[in-house]
């Protein structure tokens, strides 16, 4: 690099660090460090760009809290972030680590040596060296589990029967439990013992002597309580209770209905296993959502936005190639109509109108009915309802925008019958649009499959091919044949 | 109604009631009526169907959560919703008002006198109150502040005049301030004295005389520290605090970076006026999540899915209109070489290919886009390297995909000077579609507007005018001129 391609290049990371630490700063990120003088966010960017002061960096990434230096990493490009990456300390990397985004935290994995990433991962709770493993490679996993002592292996391998998008993978395993045959006094008393009670900390779990969850004891009531009353007086009896095998999916349901901030979770035999907590919940929620926009354009795999650029362009062949495949069979129909075309070349011009209006609103039915399902407003028996309304509404639109169509057409072509062919055209893919609208996320769902990859190819499939079938066909048969 | 048709109607309620009952237990609602047994079920089936049994009905509804209240409303057709409210004790229906999903909540309303709703409302805090309004007609909304104390109203008109989507809008007044003073265990003291806390409660907020925040008291700071100290000692300082006029978007970040339980929110004069708890952000995640998804295809209100047909319809209109209106623009584009067309009528079935690929490809980049912008890892400085990937991306899948299509062109119709068009076309348009792709949301965004209601039609627009142009374009000069 010579002089003013380097200068160039220290002008733009900084420009880079600026604007993510000006994003910190408004997301109260780093409030420690109190970024709101504009000081120290120059005194930041300089020590990033100067080596000198890697020392100083070094010493303000120890102070930040991880999901902050998870937050500044997601927002580099590749060279920077390894750059950065290399000053955080080794014993906070597996912090920072669990609070990435799943791609980024590939790309870190990727390049570091297999001793850095036990190294990093040693330093973790066992329930979040068991959400690291699937990102791990095989032979780094086996490294990572023999550098463990016997009973943190048994409790990594525990959590790693749990399959993902189960309460089991969610749950935490750190918590307070007491017996209740004992006073409140006590329970404050051993609460008091703990040098740091896990966070956040909203109740107290009973169980018997077996291991059996037989009620909560929440933080309020235990000081709202009389001292010298019993736990089993006090202690709410049948709580709310996940099973480490229930779908997480399930779960976000009733934490959102109840507001809940934790619930107890426990194993097939009632034994109290673990605690599931609403950020892990919240989580989950916002996976779901990010992942579902992606999915609706064929995208499964979370994509870091700085990834190189054959494997992004591998990431989306799949999607591409199938929506490759069905243009070529509605190709196919407008083929068969060659002849009709060659005499009325309109019809050309004016087919595309006819599949993009049924695709169109077909897909708002489809995004309709994916809610639905999503929330189970729509079951078995009131699926016709839904039906029969979505259809009633395509008659009415059809009617109203079939005719606009068709004046459209008249105003274009001054041909009465190729506008009567258009409005009948439109009406009757609008029909078409409803029902397939509503039975491709259903027959997906039925099939077990996620209604929210391949609803929206399939549905602009059929419209396209029925809207060129049928309006082709009844062109051929009414104006040219 | 003959006896036919009515058993007909009462077998369909009653399949739509067992159905949703038996959500309600997958779900762990209606826990205390243990629903688990299936007797319980067909004793609420029965009820709701036999009216002799009305008085045990509501005696059950009087004992339901109002959450799960609502979600049995949310999956009744509207008949029988209606039916349904009027069994719900007035005192409560505010509450499960509270829990409906807006368009549901909408069609209650509609159907409620102004006295009812006032009722209803009445029973609710402060906050709840405000949160209801905006469903409300202007008349009731006068009537309802009306019925209140002076107190109340003054507290409901502060509440609205926080806009929609800011933290003011989402925070709970309700909660438990001390002075920093005195010692735990005054504090201890004073919360035994309430007979119920907030819920959830996991902080304390300390304030000075004049009200302006100084410090949080976390419960588990207070259980586990001597009772001697005074509050100053063990209370943290300077909190992660909110302003009443925050975007509520900006808590949802710093919820889920943090995983807060509540955030201490305060007034412009730094006055604790309130908090913001998980559940509010929670509601706000989910909503937007939902909200997005609809969006996307051009559903900005809240449908309920039983609503009437023709509000439906009407919903539906401003993007069949904008569709429409973009496709027959792109049809004036086919329409200007049908000349070229009429020589060569194997264009017009392979033109649909180059623009569906296109639109298929941009809007992955417009997804990507959107989820960079939102997450903000998409800064100024760095929407250059996005670009620069996303065209390396379009020409590596240009050249393969291109290649693909014009191959099978070429298969079927044996014109190696039209596969060739065919092949270039699709690239350029790929390369079109990405830079389209990016584009077109930073620019919605840039404008102020939601990149996320817009960017999918505006693509399609520019792929398929593009794509035809490109296509037909080259098609015209080297293979018909």
Redesign the interface.
């Given at each position: 690099m010579d002089q003013q391609q380097r200068e160039q290049y220290h002008r733009?990371l900084e420009?880079?660090l600026v604007?993510?630490l000006e994003?910190l700063e408004?997301?109260?990120?780093e409030?420690e460090l109190s970024l709101r003088q504009a000081s120290g966010q120059r005194e930041l960017v300089d020590a990033l760009l100067a080596r000198q002061h890697k020392g100083e960096f070094q010493r303000r990434l120890a102070r930040m809290?991880p999901?902050?230096i998870a937050?500044v990493l997601?927002?580099l490009?590749t060279d920077e972030r390894l750059e950065l990456w290399a000053l955080v300390d080794a014993e906070r990397r597996g912090g920072v680590l669990l609070?990435l985004?799943d791609g980024v935290r590939d790309s870190l994995i990727a390049a570091m040596p297999q001793r850095e990433i036990v190294d990093a991962a040693e330093h973790l709770e066992s329930d979040e060296i068991a959400y690291l493993v699937p990102s791990l490679p095989q032979d780094t996993v086996a490294a990572l589990l023999s550098s463990l002592d016997q009973r943190e292996r048994h409790k990594v391998r525990e959590m790693l029967a749990f399959p993902e998008g189960t309460v089991g993978a969610l749950m935490d395993i750190e918590m307070v439990t007491v017996r209740d045959d004992v006073v409140i006094e006590v329970v404050?008393r051993y609460?008091?013992r703990?040098?740091e009670?896990p966070?956040?900390?909203?109740q107290v779990f009973v169980v018997d002597r077996d291991g059996v969850l037989v009620g909560i004891l929440r933080?309020?009531d235990?000081?709202?309580h009389d001292p010298d009353r019993p736990v089993a007086e006090v202690m709410l009896r049948?709580p709310?209770t996940f099973s480490t095998h229930d779908p997480a999916s399930?779960a976000v349901?009733?934490?959102?209905?109840?507001?809940l901030?934790s619930a107890p979770v426990v194993n097939l035999h009632q034994r109290l296993t673990g605690v599931l907590?609403?950020?892990a919940?919240?989580?989950f929620?916002?996976e779901?959502?990010?992942s579902?926009?992606?999915k609706?354009?064929?995208?499964t795999e979370d994509?870091d936005?700085?990834a190189p650029?054959?494997d992004?362009?591998r990431n989306?062949?799949p999607?591409?190639?199938l929506?490759?495949l069905?243009?070529?069979v509605?190709?196919?129909v407008?083929?068969a109509f060659?002849a009709t075309?060659?005499q009325q070349?309109?019809?050309?011009?004016?087919?595309?109108?006819v599949?993009?209006?049924g695709g169109?609103?077909g897909?708002?039915t489809?995004?309709?009915v994916?809610?639905?399902m999503a929330?189970?407003?729509?079951?078995?028996?009131?699926l016709w309802?839904?039906v029969r309304?979505e259809l009633?509404?395509a008659l009415?639109?059809g009617l109203l925008?079939g005719s606009?169509?068709a004046l459209?057409a008249l105003l274009?072509y001054r041909q009465p019958a190729l506008s009567l062919v258009m409005g009948i055209a439109v009406a009757a893919n609008l029909l078409i649009a409803s029902l397939a609208g509503v039975f491709i996320p259903v027959a997906l769902k039925q099939a077990g499959r996620d209604p929210v990859l391949g609803s929206s190819?399939l549905l602009?499939f059929v419209t396209?091919a029925m809207g060129f079938l049928v309006f082709l066909g009844l062109a051929a048969w009414l104006i040219v044949g």
């Open positions: 733009s420009a880079t604007e993510i994003l408004k997301h109260r990120l409030r809290h999901a902050d937050f997601e927002r490009p609070e985004a404050l609460l008091r703990h040098e009670l966070d956040p900390f909203d933080l309020k235990l000081l709202t049948e709310l399930d349901g009733v934490f959102e209905r109840y507001d901030v907590h609403f950020a919940v919240m989580d929620i916002s779901q959502a990010e579902q926009q992606l609706q354009v064929g995208l994509e936005l700085f650029v054959m992004s362009a989306r062949w999607w591409l190639g929506n490759l069905t243009a070529l509605a190709s196919r407008i083929g060659e075309i060659q070349v309109a019809l050309a011009a004016l087919m595309p109108v599949a993009s209006i169109n609103t897909n708002q489809v995004a309709l994916i809610r639905g929330l189970e407003q729509i079951v078995a028996s009131s309802v839904v309304k009633a509404i009415v639109n925008w606009v169509v459209a274009f190819v602009t396209d």
